[in-house]
C-alpha cells in the first residue's frame, strides 16, 4: 500500500490474561487475515508454551486489510506479552507504533501491568485507546472497571473520550474497536522527499534457510530486495535474501515503504551480529548522505536474577551453547556468558529478567534442543566489598567469598508497586511485614482500589513472592517494579548439603536475621520434592561449615520377602538384614542426582 494516509501501526498492550491475543484473533477473522478454516485459537501464540500456560512470551507483528467507506486501510498489529518478565519485550513493540488499544479485564479490573504499560506508551506520546474486554461475563464489573481506567489515564494527565466495551471470545464490539483505531490513532508520519532508509529493527528471528531475519519499521525511504544494506551500530554489510510482511507468515514483496512493519531476511548465520535497536540504511544512502544518523535505539535491558546453566551431560556443552545464541536472538533481554564448575564442568552464567523468563528459556532450551540442564540457585547479583579494599561482582552464591574475606556486601533494590482491590489489603501487609521491605504509601486509584509503594531488596521478591501474593489475593493483586540501586545487606552464604555433599547449584544468600528460619525451612521443603533413592539420604543446611538444620528423606521401600510363602521366619530375617547392610553400603558410598525439574520445584516450592 502506497498511501500512508492509511496505514495504522497499533500494538494491543495488557496485564497477563486479560485477553489480548483472543482480541487479535477477532480482529484477524474481521479482516479475512486468516480463512476461517485454518483460525485457531491464540493464533499469534505460535510456540506450545503459550499456548499451554496461555500467556503471551513473543511480540507478534501482523499485517491485516480492511475496508471502510470506500477506502482501503492496511492495519500493522503487534500483540505483546504482559507479565512484568516481559515488559523490555513491550516498550521495544510500542517504538514501531503511533497508538495502542489498552485492554482490561472486566472480572479483574486494572492491575500493576496495566499501569506500567500505560505508562510507557504515554511517555512515549502514543495515542491510548482503552477497552473493557470480557464484558459478556457474568462476573464482569464493567461500571467499576471503567472508573478504574479513567483515573488511571487521568493519574497520567490523559483523558479518553469513550472507553470501549468488547468481548474478544464472542466478537461483541471488536468491530467498532478496529474502526476506533482508524478514527483515532495517526498514520505514519511524513518524511521529506527524497528520503534516506532508516529501518529501526524492533525484533528478529533465526531461520535456518533465510538466516536472521530483522522485524523492522520503516521510518523514512523505502527498501527493495536488490538493495545492499548497512547495519549503522555494527557496521555490518549484508544483501537482502527476502523481504515482506507478516500476515501472520511470512509473505514476500518486492519492498517495504516508509511508515510499514515487515521484516528484512539477510541470510547472515551470525545471530549475535545482529542487533535489536539497530538502524538498517542502504550501503548507497551512506555514501550519498551527509552524516545520515541512526534512530535512538533501545536501553540495554538489565538482567535482574541470575542462575548458572550447565548440561546434565558433560559432552553437550556446545550444543547448549549454540542454542542459546539462537535463543538470544529472539530474545534480546537475554544475557549469558561462560562460566566453569569444578564440581559440574562447562556451563553458562545467565541473567533473567525474571523467574518466569527464566523458567521459559529453560523449557525452551528442553523442548526446542533436547539439552537436559542443571541450574544453580538464582540469585540477584551482590556487590562485594572485600576486607583488602578489591570490589568484586558476584553473580551466583557458590561464588560468594567465605565471610572472613568480606567487609561489605551490596545487594540491589527495587521500587515496588502492588495494585489491590481493598478487600485483600490486609492479607497483603501481613506478607509485606515479614519481609526486608521499606514501606512508602498506600494511594487510592477509585473506589476499591489500591496502589501500595515499597522500597524492598530485589532477593525479596524473585522467588515465591508472586505466587504467595496471587494466593493471599485470589488472583486480584498484581505487582510491578523497577531497580532503585544498591543498599548494604547482611546476608550469609547457606550452603546444602545431601547425603554428605554439597550441591553447589542449591547454594543461596539469606539475610542474617533469618538464617536459622530459612535453613530449616528449606531442608523441609528438599525433603519433600526429594525422589526417594535406594537411601536415606541426609539433607543438611550448613553456613561456614557448621551445620544448623537436618532432615532425613527415607529410603525408596522395597518388600524383598514378598515372594517367601510361610516357612522358617529365618529366611525372612536374613533377607531383610541383608536389605539393611546393602542400604548402608549405599548410603556411604550413594551419590543423589537431581534433574532440572526437581530443581525448580525446590526453588519456587
Known amino acids: 500500500m502506497s498511501n500512508k494516509q492509511n496505514i495504522r501501526n497499533f500494538a494491543i498492550i495488557a496485564h497477563i490474561d486479560h485477553g489480548k491475543s483472543t ?23 505460535s510456540m506450545d508454551l503459550e499456548r499451554e500456560r496461555g500467556i503471551t512470551i513473543k511480540m507478534t507483528p501482523v499485517r491485516m486489510a480492511y475496508a471502510l467507506n470506500g477506502k482501503d486501510y492496511a492495519f500493522n498489529l503487534i500483540d505483546t506479552p504482559g507479565h512484568v518478565d516481559f515488559a523490555y519485550e513491550v ?34 506520546g502514543l495515542v491510548v485507546i482503552p477497552a473493557i474486554n470480557k464484558v459478556d461475563l457474568p462476573q464482569a464489573r464493567i461500571q467499576e472497571t471503567e472508573k478504574e481506567i479513567e483515573d488511571l ?12 466495551k468488547v468481548s474478544g471470545k464472542t466478537g461483541e464490539g471488536v468491530q467498532e474497536l478496529l474502526e476506533a483505531v482508524i478514527e483515532k490513532i495517526p498514520s505514519p508520519s511524513l518524511s521529506k522527499e527524497p528520503a534516506f532508509l532508516k529501518a529501526l ?25 536488490n538493495d545492499k544494506i548497512l547495519f549503522m551500530v555494527s557496521s555490518l554489510e549484508s544483501g537482502i535474501k527476502e523481504l515482506g510482511y507478516f500476515s501472520p507468515n511470512l509473505v514476500p514483496a518486492d519492498s517495504i515503504k516508509d511508515g510499514e512493519i515487515g521484516y528484512i531476511a539477510t541470510g547472515l548465520k551470525e545471530a ?43 559432552n553437550e556443552f556446545d550444543a547448549l551453547k549454540e542454542g542459546v545464541t539462537q535463543l538470544k536472538l529472539n530474545d534480546a533481554s537475554l544475557y549469558f556468558e561462560p562460566d566453569y564448575s569444578e564440581a559440574l564442568g562447562r556451563g553458562i552464567k545467565f541473567g533473567f529478567l525474571g523467574m518466569l523468563h527464566m523458567e521459559i528459556i529453560l523449557e525452551r532450551l528442553k523442548r526446542e534442543f533436547g539439552i537436559e540442564t542443571v541450574v544453580t540457585a538464582p540469585s540477584v547479583v551482590y556487590e562485594v566489598e572485600k576486607a583488602d579494599g578489591e570490589k568484586i561482582m558476584v553473580y551466583t552464591p557458590s561464588k560468594f567469598p567465605e565471610a572472613s574475606l568480606v567487609s561489605k556486601t551490596f545487594e540491589p533494590y527495587v521500587s515496588l508497586e502492588i495494585l489491590t482491590p481493598s478487600f485483600y489489603l490486609s492479607g497483603i501487609m501481613s506478607i509485606l511485614k515479614d519481609m526486608r521491605g521499606k514501606y512508602l504509601t498506600t494511594e487510592n486509584l477509585g473506589k476499591e482500589l489500591l496502589r501500595i509503594k515499597y522500597e524492598m531488596p530485589l532477593s525479596e521478591i524473585i522467588t515465591d513472592f508472586y505466587d504467595k501474593l496471587k494466593s493471599v489475593s485470589s488472583g486480584f493483586a498484581s505487582l510491578a517494579y523497577d531497580p532503585i540501586g544498591t543498599r548494604e545487606a547482611d546476608v550469609l552464604k547457606m550452603d546444602i548439603l545431601l547425603a554428605g555433599e554439597r550441591f553447589e547449584t542449591l547454594s543461596r544468600m539469606v539475610p542474617r536475621q533469618r538464617i536459622q528460619e530459612e535453613a530449616k525451612k528449606i531442608v523441609e521443603k528438599i525433603k519433600d520434592i526429594l525422589p526417594a533413592e535406594q537411601f536415606a539420604v541426609a539433607i543438611q543446611a550448613a553456613v561456614g561449615g557448621r ?10 521401600k522395597k518388600d524383598v520377602t514378598g515372594y517367601l510363602y510361610g516357612g522358617d521366619y529365618t529366611r525372612k530375617r536374613k533377607l ?19 534433574d532440572s525439574e526437581t530443581f525448580m520445584k525446590i526453588f519456587r516450592g
Open 23 to 45: 482480541l487479535a484473533d477477532r480482529f484477524l477473522e474481521i479482516t479475512k487475515t486468516i480463512e476461517k478454516r485454518k483460525m485457531q485459537e491464540q493464533i499469534l501464540d
Open 91 to 124: 516498550s521495544r513493540a510500542l517504538a514501531a507504533v503511533e497508538g495502542v488499544i489498552l485492554l482490561v479485564d472486566a472480572t479483574k479490573g486494572v492491575q500493576a501491568q496495566t499501569l506500567a504499560n500505560a505508562k510507557i506508551a504515554l511517555d512515549q
Open 153 to 164: 489515564l487521568l493519574s497520567f494527565d490523559y483523558v479518553a473520550d469513550k472507553i470501549y
Open 201 to 225: 529493527i524492533f525484533d528478529s528471528t533465526y531461520d535456518t534457510y533465510k538466516g536472521v531475519v530483522a522485524h523492522v519499521r520503516i521510518k523514512s525511504g523505502s527498501v527493495r530486495k
Open 272 to 314: 549475535e551480529r545482529i542487533k535489536i535497536g539497530d538502524t538498517i540504511t542502504t550501503v548507497l544512502a551512506e555514501r550519498d548522505s551527509a552524516g545520515i544518523e541512526p534512530l535512538e535505539g533501545y536501553k540495554e535491558p538489565q538482567p535482574l536474577v541470575f542462575a548458572s546453566v550447565f548440561p546434565e551431560q558433560g
Open 547 to 556: 551445620i544448623i538444620a537436618r532432615e532425613t528423606r527415607g529410603a525408596m
Open 576 to 594: 531383610l538384614e541383608k536389605q539393611k547392610r546393602g542400604k548402608k553400603r549405599l548410603k556411604e558410598f550413594g551419590k543423589v542426582h537431581l
